[in-house]
């Protein structure tokens, strides 16, 4: 079964997708990208914060994440963000993947997206 979830105070897509969908045990949260803009830790810890809310919308937690992918648009941002990063997940740390990368919204710095597992 493949449920689209909306999750309330879940910013609104910014363009056709769902904010997290459902597929058996699995919880994909689409890409988030900072609201406001600000230095890279910052806009880290807003995308960060946007994954944590559309996971508690779904009925998950960070804890649950198994697999991440963070797009930066500068690779000298990586440290800041990674400290960033560390800070959300401690020791729950899921695999993941950077990227250094072109946005489609030249003001975009980051972006992350996560795979959660949590079984019904």
Known sequence: MIERI???GAPAPRGPYSPAVRAGDFIYVSG?????LGDIAQ????VLNNIKRILEGCGA??????KCS???????DFAAMNEVY??????ARPARSTVVTGFAIPKI???IDAIAYKPK
């Open 6 to 8: 909306n999750p309330p």
């Open 32 to 36: 988030q990208v900072p609201q406001e």
């Open 43 to 46: 806009e880290t810890r807003q």
């Open 61 to 66: 937690s960070l804890a649950d994440v198994v």
């Open 70 to 76: 963070v797009f930066l648009a500068d690779g000298k």
């Open 86 to 91: 560390a800070e959300f997940f401690g020791e």
């Open 109 to 111: 710095r980051v972006e």
